[in-house]
């Protein structure tokens, strides 16, 4: 795997690479630690909220909580098997130091467990010398409001800070002595083999200075409780095959990733990430799309997470049921469906990449695909675990309906353009899919339906599609009717069943798309050369390529898969987390980060690696 190596920042303002941060999570809200030690992403209470901790979109003015030791020579990290729980080890010039971050397991996460009274959510940090001794810093600067707001902070005593503005409240604690100072948090010292510091924030959910008692014990007792939990959920996972270990940190990411109150998962932890260094392509992540929906169900099925899927599918439910018209491409975490996108000119953006961004407004566009996977969310529930509520039939039959009347109208397509409205081959099968999906479970469980007319509905569009879709010419499925672009969505279209990957129309778009648009280490971009109403321009998509991965092994080019997989997971960070994105010329992370939609495909991939692998055998 592609390793990066520590980078010791400095007062110069550098930004670390993204693939230099690890996860934190207590499925509420999630925290992004650096390699230096650096917590510069966090947002409270929820992975939506405002940001307390920030400079990784701002490095002058968003806030931050560093714990480490001086004289760094070399950085190592890792997480504790099995868990969510981050160790980096520190080689300084005079000892060793192992950092352990976690946030503890909340107590709406673990309704098995008894509240602990006055238990709040936290960032916890345990830094301990593990031979020679080692001198330590503690930084804990607050910055609210994604960095607009600076708090006033204060000392309650030697050992514990407060700090308030707008509407929200830090409280900090450490072991060591804190002095305060330019409205942040300090704390130095030194450390012997054996000795530790402890030190954590929490949020404070109210205007109050009252703040939760902690000591070494506490947090010591959370971390063990955070361990286990992790550790226990980790164990549920049936899958045994090929890189396992890789796919149970995938998995352990979109747990993390999950809101625990909800059952909805995030597309990514974080807001405007660049899907190019300097570019305006920065959007929130921070919300649910439809879409996930039928990759997230499939991906914890197969790994035996049916509480997850279960949990999900009610959030899926919930949220999209009422008026068919009214389905949404994307919700908050609880359904909410106004997501009102603001940018925040104050801030610099990452390395320079402006505008960021607040909210997201493609949750206002017509994408026809939506409808397609909701029906084959229902499908793929019915599969592994049988049954079909009555009243949500009745919802998805009005889906249906609504594919039927609509189907032949231009939408602003998977990649949520913003240059006008096409009609998209992608979107044209996901509504065949739609009525296949509806006629299947209606076939299954004895449903009613017009079957009779979904049947021929569902011919009608294949017809259209082959017809419009297909350039002869060309030798492809393009992107839209009348265009002559390539889409490295129409690698779908064997996977959800619309075409064999090995009937000639197909094979050939799949050898288009290897031809031109792939990097030379063989990396897929979504699509080139095209007005999509957006400046700038963007790098891989790490999707796209293990969807290819997908099609050669439906092919029966399982070496050439394996080969282009192992490429793509060389592109994890040393911790097994992927962005969204990466760029073909420097290697370099790009997009929001840790991205779910990514860490589903590779869950994908790789299961369908190891069944090939079992076929040949």
Same mark, same amino acid.
């Given at each position: 795997?592609?390793?990066?190596?520590?980078?010791?920042?400095?007062?110069?303002?550098?930004?670390?690479?993204?693939?230099?941060?690890?996860?934190?999570?207590?499925?509420?809200?999630?925290?992004?630690?650096?390699?230096?030690?650096?917590?510069?992403?966090?947002?409270?209470?929820?992975?939506?909220?405002?940001?307390?901790?920030?400079?990784?979109?701002?490095?002058?003015?968003?806030?931050?909580?560093?714990?480490?030791?001086?004289?760094?020579?070399?950085?190592?990290?890792?997480?504790?098997?099995?868990?969510?729980?981050?160790?980096?080890?520190?080689?300084?010039?005079?000892?060793?130091?192992?950092?352990?971050?976690?946030?503890?397991?909340?107590?709406?996460?673990?309704?098995?467990?008894?509240?602990?009274?006055?238990?709040?959510?936290?960032?916890?940090?345990?830094?301990?010398?593990?031979?020679?001794?080692?001198?330590?810093?503690?930084?804990?600067?607050?910055?609210?409001?994604?960095?607009?707001?600076?708090?006033?902070?204060?000392?309650?005593?030697?050992?514990?800070?407060?700090?308030?503005?707008?509407?929200?409240?830090?409280?900090?604690?450490?072991?060591?002595?804190?002095?305060?100072?330019?409205?942040?948090?300090?704390?130095?010292?030194?450390?012997?083999?054996?000795?530790?510091?402890?030190?954590?924030?929490?949020?404070?959910?109210?205007?109050?200075?009252?703040?939760?008692?902690?000591?070494?014990?506490?947090?010591?007792?959370?971390?063990?409780?955070?361990?286990?939990?992790?550790?226990?959920?980790?164990?549920?996972?049936?899958?045994?095959?090929?890189?396992?270990?890789?796919?149970?940190?995938?998995?352990?990411?979109?747990?993390?990733?999950?809101?625990?109150?909800?059952?909805?998962?995030?597309?990514?932890?974080?807001?405007?990430?660049?899907?190019?260094?300097?570019?305006?392509?920065?959007?929130?992540?921070?919300?649910?799309?439809?879409?996930?929906?039928?990759?997230?169900?499939?991906?914890?099925?197969?790994?035996?997470?049916?509480?997850?899927?279960?949990?999900?599918?009610?959030?899926?439910?919930?949220?999209?049921?009422?008026?068919?018209?009214?389905?949404?491409?994307?919700?908050?975490?609880?359904?909410?469906?106004?997501?009102?996108?603001?940018?925040?000119?104050?801030?610099?953006?990452?390395?320079?990449?402006?505008?960021?961004?607040?909210?997201?407004?493609?949750?206002?566009?017509?994408?026809?695909?939506?409808?397609?996977?909701?029906?084959?969310?229902?499908?793929?529930?019915?599969?592994?675990?049988?049954?079909?509520?009555?009243?949500?039939?009745?919802?998805?039959?009005?889906?249906?309906?609504?594919?039927?009347?609509?189907?032949?109208?231009?939408?602003?397509?998977?990649?949520?353009?913003?240059?006008?409205?096409?009609?998209?081959?992608?979107?044209?099968?996901?509504?065949?899919?739609?009525?296949?999906?509806?006629?299947?479970?209606?076939?299954?469980?004895?449903?009613?339906?017009?079957?009779?007319?979904?049947?021929?509905?569902?011919?009608?569009?294949?017809? %259209?599609?082959? /017809?419009? $879709?297909?350039?002869? !010419?060309?030798? =492809?499925?393009?992107?839209?009717?009348?265009?002559? +672009?390539? #889409?490295?969505?129409?690698?779908?279209?064997?996977?959800?069943?619309?075409?064999?990957?090995?009937?000639?129309?197909?094979?050939?778009?799949?050898?288009?798309?290897?031809?031109?648009?792939?990097?030379?280490?063989?990396?897929?971009?979504?699509?080139?050369?095209?007005?999509?109403?957006?400046?700038?321009?963007?790098?891989?998509?790490?999707?796209?390529?293990?969807?290819?991965?997908? %099609?050669?092994? /439906?092919? $029966?080019?399982?070496? !050439?898969?394996? =080969?282009?997989?192992?490429?793509?997971?060389?592109? +994890?960070? #040393?911790?097994?987390?992927?962005?969204?994105?990466?760029?073909?010329?420097?290697?370099?992370?790009?997009?929001?980060?840790?991205?779910?939609?990514?860490?589903?495909?590779?869950?994908?991939?790789?299961?369908?690696?190891?069944?090939?692998?079992?076929?040949?055998?």
């Amino acid at each position: 795997m592609v390793r990066h190596m520590a980078n010791e920042l400095t007062d110069a303002g550098l930004y670390p690479p993204i693939a230099d941060y690890g996860l934190i999570s207590d499925m509420h809200s999630c925290a992004l630690v650096s390699r230096a030690g650096s917590v510069d992403w966090c947002c409270f209470p929820h992975f939506d909220s405002a940001a307390v901790f920030g400079r990784v979109l701002d490095w002058r003015k968003g806030g931050y909580f560093r714990v480490a030791p001086r004289g760094v020579q070399s950085v190592s990290r890792r997480y504790l098997p099995g868990t969510n729980v981050l160790e980096t080890t520190f080689q300084t010039d005079t000892g060793v130091a192992r950092l352990t971050d976690f946030m503890p397991v909340h107590p709406h996460s673990r309704p098995d467990k008894p509240r602990e009274v006055g238990c709040r959510q936290q960032v916890a940090r345990i830094l301990e010398c593990a031979s020679g001794n080692v001198r330590f810093n503690v930084e804990c600067c607050p910055r609210f409001d994604y960095g607009t707001i600076v708090p006033h902070a204060a000392l309650n005593d030697p050992h514990i800070g407060f700090a308030h503005g707008g509407a929200g409240a830090l409280s900090v604690y450490c072991s060591a002595p804190l002095c305060e100072a330019d409205d942040a948090f300090q704390s130095e010292g030194l450390l012997r083999a054996g000795e530790k510091l402890s030190t954590a924030v929490t949020y404070q959910a109210r205007f109050s200075h009252a703040v939760e008692e902690l000591d070494e014990v506490r947090l010591e007792r959370r971390l063990g409780e955070t361990i286990q939990f992790w550790q226990e959920w980790s164990a549920l996972c049936t899958y045994d095959g090929e890189y396992r270990d890789d796919v149970l940190r995938s998995a352990l990411t979109l747990k993390a990733l999950t809101y625990a109150p909800s059952g909805a998962l995030l597309a990514a932890a974080t807001t405007s990430l660049p899907e190019a260094i300097g570019g305006s392509r920065n959007w929130d992540y921070r919300f649910t799309w439809i879409r996930d929906a039928t990759f997230a169900l499939y991906a914890l099925f197969i790994l035996g997470y049916t509480g997850e899927a279960r949990a999900f599918k009610d959030w899926l439910e919930w949220s999209t049921v009422g008026r068919a018209r009214d389905l949404q491409i994307m919700y908050g975490l609880g359904g909410e469906r106004r997501l009102t996108e603001i940018e925040l000119p104050e801030l610099e953006g990452y390395r320079g990449s402006r505008p960021v961004r607040v909210g997201n407004a493609a949750y206002s566009q017509f994408q026809l695909d939506i409808y397609g996977e909701v029906l084959d969310s229902a499908h793929l529930y019915r599969k592994f675990v049988g049954g079909m509520d009555p009243q949500y039939w009745q919802y998805l039959q009005r889906v249906v309906d609504f594919v039927i009347e609509h189907w032949r109208e231009p939408d602003e397509g998977v990649w949520e353009t913003r240059g006008g409205r096409q009609h998209f081959v992608f979107s044209k099968v996901w509504c065949w899919v739609a009525l296949d999906r509806a006629i299947k479970a209606a076939r299954a469980l004895g449903l009613p339906g017009d079957v009779e007319c979904w049947r021929r509905v569902r011919a009608e569009i294949r017809e %259209d599609v082959l /017809a419009k $879709g297909y350039d002869a !010419r060309r030798g =492809a499925f393009v992107q839209a009717y009348g265009s002559n +672009a390539l #889409d490295a969505a129409n690698l779908m279209l064997p996977l959800v069943g619309f075409i064999p990957a090995d009937d000639p129309r197909m094979r050939s778009t799949i050898e288009a798309i290897e031809r031109e648009l792939t990097s030379p280490q063989g990396l897929v971009y979504r699509y080139k050369g095209l007005d999509d109403g957006l400046a700038g321009g963007e790098g891989t998509f790490t999707i796209c390529t293990f969807w290819l991965v997908d %099609d050669l092994i /439906a092919l $029966g080019e399982t070496q !050439r898969a394996r =080969a282009l997989f192992e490429r793509v997971r060389g592109h +994890a960070n #040393d911790l097994g987390l992927f962005s969204e994105e990466i760029d073909a010329e420097t290697g370099e992370m790009l997009g929001n980060f840790p991205q779910a939609f990514t860490h589903l495909a590779f869950i994908n991939a790789a299961v369908q690696l190891h069944k090939a692998a079992g076929r040949e055998r």
